[in-house]
């Protein structure tokens, strides 16, 4: 079952995450945001993909944060142990957002006014995740689906700032807040036989590997949840998906993410 996160509790749990950081170092990320108020064309260079991304993430505030803790073997410390955090930040009266993708959330189960009055404020949230998320002794490795939005948004909450005018800065800049250590699926499924070369959706994914899904669809501490077990399941059956090869490689950003590595 999910722990949500809410302003009252937010300290406690990230207290509890912190205790258990050292015992389970791979740390799975979701986020729910507003949607795309900018869409890309599906031939879109990779820096037109990132003015696209960093103008959506730029304009719009996170709704919701997931986040799974698990060991090498996907073990988490207890069964359906995930947390979401739910921020205050989004009024769906006055910023921008897609209508579509809010009906989709309110459907899921997505209460706003809730967020908006109990919810957590994305400065306050700022230092606690970046002092003892992503800046911790223990050396964590952060496994995403389709991330780079979810990638974007994070350091956007943690760097308090717009993100950087060029995909270049931006990879250096997520490369220093995540090390070595971020991996994303989609990415890594393009070369795993039967996962239909990286094409594949989150949902479609797991019933590739024949998963079953936990909790509710577009709620990110479930979502977060199942890309452990999606990840887990890849690991057992491939059993090289962490190498130097798939590290700090965003699926959609690949041949920059490449120069970025060779440059280091």
């Known amino acids: 079952m999910a722990i949500n996160v809410w302003k009252d ?13 050292g015992s389970f170092p791979y740390v799975a990320i979701d986020t729910e945001f507003p949607g795309f108020i900018r869409s890309t064309p599906r031939h879109a260079s990779e820096e037109e993909r990132y003015d696209d991304m960093k103008y959506n993430v730029d304009h719009m505030q996170l709704i919701q944060l997931g986040l799974t803790l698990f060991d090498k073997d996907g073990n988490t410390p207890w069964p359906g142990c995930c947390w979401q955090l739910n ?10 957002c897609s209508e579509d993708s809010i009906e989709l959330l309110l459907h899921s189960g997505h209460n706003l006014q809730k967020n908006q009055r109990d919810g957590v404020d994305a400065y306050r949230c700022s230092y606690l995740l970046c002092v003892k998320l992503f800046r911790h002794p223990y050396k964590s490795k952060y496994i995403t689906f389709h ?3 979810d990638v974007a948004f994070l350091i956007k909450m943690i760097t308090r700032a717009p993100l950087p005018n060029t995909l ?3 990879l250096v800049l997520t490369r220093s807040v995540f090390g070595d250590d ?22 479609t994914l797991s019933k590739l590997l024949e998963l079953e899904p936990v909790g ?13 077990a999606i990840f ?14 798939f590290v700090s490689i ?15």
């Open 216 to 228: 509710i669809r577009h709620q990110a501490a479930y979502d977060s949840l199942l890309i452990r």
């Open 168 to 170: 270049n800065e931006f």
């Open 9 to 21: 509790n937010l300290v406690e749990q990230v207290d509890v995450i912190l205790r258990l950081r």
């Open 182 to 203: 971020l991996y994303d699926i989609k990415y890594i499924s393009r070369f795993c036989e039967g996962l239909h070369e990286g094409k594949a959706g989150l949902l």
């Open 147 to 149: 991330g780079l939005y």
């Open 87 to 96: 921020f205050s930040d989004f009024d769906p009266d006055t910023d921008a």
């Open 250 to 264: 965003l699926y959609g950003l690949e041949n920059n993410c490449m120069k970025s590595k060779k440059r280091v």
């Open 232 to 245: 887990n399941k890849m690991k057992q059956l491939w059993f090289d998906i962490e190498g130097e090869r």
